[in-house]
């Protein structure tokens, strides 16, 4: 591939992608404190006297620190019958949801997890990139890209697919610890904006030209590394005529 960058501009809506079960508890909910990557057509769907209170994190800004997250959850609880927590994509994967149970459940608070879709597959599936793939990939891995210094490159750099989350800042430094642990420097790459919502983009390119010349990409993006990025780029490039829409029961 050269050094052009395919982007792909798509539209969706965040919301489609909700359980029925997290649908019902949030039009049921007293009291929803949401997340910064929470979109406003999904507070819209909370009744009009529940208590909506921002709690976002995003890079450098905190609107509340994580402790006093925890007391308003413990004080809402005490007080309300149906307290939901509002994460983006799935409470238990790098959003702190761990942390939360543990403080609830040790004040004496029942606590229920409801699994929603991360932004690992909701951006797989935006990018026609299949994490796992018969005779190209037979499993994935997922890391934070926030201190990059902390992994194991050698042994990433072994791995078929690789999935990035928050590692949009370190893009070009983790594609030069990967090309200098192994990994081919025409290994494909896609970054993917805003994964799941009507402003998702995709980034096409290769990882020696992340590490020499690396997109422009703005966050929240995560990062697709292997083989299996080029089977989106052949579905995406395809001239097709009918939608057809996979999914599981």
């Given at each position: 591939?050269?050094?052009?960058?395919?982007?792909?501009?798509?539209?969706?809506?965040?919301?489609?992608?909700?359980?029925?079960?997290?649908?019902?508890?949030?039009?049921?909910?007293?009291?929803?404190?949401?997340?910064?990557?929470?979109?406003?057509?999904?507070?819209?769907?909370?009744?009009?006297?529940?208590?909506?209170?921002?709690?976002?994190?995003?890079?450098?800004?905190?609107?509340?620190k994580q402790e006093e997250i925890?007391?308003?959850l413990y004080r809402y609880a005490?007080?309300?019958?149906?307290?939901?927590?509002?994460?983006?994509?799935?409470?238990?994967?790098?959003?702190?949801?761990?942390?939360?149970?543990?403080?609830?459940?040790?004040?004496?608070?029942?606590?229920?997890?409801?699994?929603?879709?991360?932004?690992?597959?909701?951006?797989?599936?935006?990018?026609?990139?299949?994490?796992?793939?018969?005779?190209?990939?037979?499993?994935?891995?997922?890391?934070?890209?926030?201190?990059?210094?902390?992994?194991?490159?050698?042994?990433?750099?072994?791995?078929?697919?690789?999935?990035?989350?928050?590692?949009?800042?370190?893009?070009?430094?983790?594609?030069?610890?990967?090309?200098?642990?192994?990994?081919?420097?025409?290994?494909?790459?896609?970054?993917?904006?805003?994964?799941?919502?009507?402003?998702?983009?995709?980034?096409?390119?290769?990882?020696?030209?992340?590490?020499?010349?690396?997109?422009?990409?703005?966050?929240?993006?995560?990062?697709?590394?292997?083989?299996?990025?080029?089977?989106?780029?052949?579905?995406?490039?395809?001239?097709?005529?009918?939608?057809?829409?996979?999914?599981?029961?």
């Amino acid at each position: 591939m050269d050094k052009t960058n395919l982007t792909t501009p798509l539209t969706k809506r965040r919301s489609e992608l909700l359980t029925l079960k997290a649908y019902r508890l949030i039009s049921l909910a007293d009291v929803i404190l949401y997340d910064a990557l929470v979109s406003s057509e999904i507070i819209k769907l909370a009744k009009p006297t529940a208590v909506k209170i921002f709690v976002g994190k995003r890079a450098g800004h905190h609107s509340l620190k994580q402790e006093e997250i925890n007391r308003l959850l413990y004080r809402y609880a005490l007080l309300y019958p149906v307290v939901v927590r509002l994460k983006g994509g799935d409470p238990l994967v790098f959003g702190r949801g761990g942390e939360e149970l543990l403080f609830l459940t040790s004040k004496g608070i029942e606590v229920e997890i409801v699994p929603g879709i991360s932004s690992i597959l909701g951006a797989s599936a935006g990018a026609k990139a299949p994490l796992t793939h018969r005779g190209l990939s037979s499993s994935f891995t997922v890391i934070s890209g926030y201190n990059p210094e902390k992994h194991n490159w050698g042994v990433l750099a072994k791995l078929e697919t690789l999935v990035v989350l928050m590692g949009t800042k370190y893009r070009r430094e983790i594609a030069k610890k990967l090309i200098e642990n192994g990994k081919s420097p025409d290994e494909k790459v896609v970054f993917v904006e805003n994964a799941t919502t009507e402003g998702e983009k995709l980034i096409f390119s290769t990882l020696g030209e992340v590490a020499q010349n690396p997109p422009k990409v703005n966050p929240p993006a995560l990062y697709i590394i292997g083989s299996t990025v080029g089977v989106g780029m052949e579905v995406l490039k395809a001239k097709t005529t009918k939608v057809f829409c996979e999914t599981s029961a």
